[in-house]
């Protein structure tokens, strides 16, 4: 079955850590999004990418890091830049240019101890 | 200002009842699309429902209906004979055909009550 797959679920993390939490589809989507979520505040963008090699800043970019070297995989990096990382954190893609549904993962939940 | 507002933070319904969940958005671009998803407990974004800004009509998926009023920049979700599974989280969102951007509301926590 095609979908987006998030690892790890749940993460527990010292302050001052960096930590990478890895999206994988398998639906040859080009486009990948990262998103925020805290509650009552709903989704917040944090980066997203149209093509391999290339992405974009969202709103909330500050304290984190992206790479996609590869059309299936978008990780993202909480540094230790990042003053109030714990939240949820969901991945999702879309096919590309014109096509407007996102598919969404399962989800991340970062805590930092 | 915001770009999709939902102003009901909560909504409780009677099962095998009708509610509407709130949005409204704020845009310039004249091509765009609306969306509705449902958040479970479990956290993941069920798309429901997709609108687009030059759609005649008013879409529907099953129980699911968009109404769409151009006009007053509203896109309300309609839920038809509700289901205790309907409990959820359910956000608007819009899409600016001149960007890549998706901007999501705050969401309404729908209790459908037995």
């Known amino acids: 079955d095609g979908g987006i797959t998030q690892s790890p679920k749940y993460l527990f993390r010292k302050e001052g850590q960096n930590v990478t939490l890895s999206c994988e589809q398998n639906l040859n989507h080009d486009a990948m999004y990262w998103y925020r979520q805290d509650p009552g505040q709903g989704l917040r963008l944090i980066y997203y990418?149209?093509?391999?090699?290339?992405?974009q800043k969202g709103d909330i970019a500050e304290g984190y890091s992206v790479s996609r070297e590869k059309k299936e995989s978008f990780p993202l990096t909480v540094t230790s830049a990042q003053k109030n990382p714990t939240a949820f954190y969901l991945c999702?893609?879309?096919?590309?240019?014109?096509?407007?549904?996102?598919?969404f993962g399962a989800g991340s939940r970062l805590t930092v101890l | 200002a915001q770009k999709i507002t939902q102003t009901q933070p909560g909504m409780f319904v009677q099962e095998k009842e009708a509610v509407t969940l709130d949005c409204t958005y704020d845009t310039s671009d004249p091509s765009y699309g609306l969306f509705w998803y449902k958040q479970p407990s479990s956290g993941e974004m069920i798309f429901l429902i997709y609108?687009?800004?030059?759609?005649?009509q008013n879409a529907t998926e099953g129980r699911y209906s968009l109404n769409f009023q151009k006009a007053r920049k509203s896109a309300n979700l309609v839920i038809s004979a509700s289901q205790l599974g309907d409990s959820a989280m359910y956000f608007c969102a819009m899409r600016e055909y001149r960007g890549n951007q998706f901007y999501f509301g705050t969401g309404t926590s729908l209790t459908v009550i037995p």
């Open positions: 999702a893609s879309r096919p590309g240019a014109g096509a407007n549904v996102l598919t």
């Open positions: 609108q687009g800004s030059y759609d005649q």
């Open positions: 990418s149209q093509i391999v090699n290339d992405f």
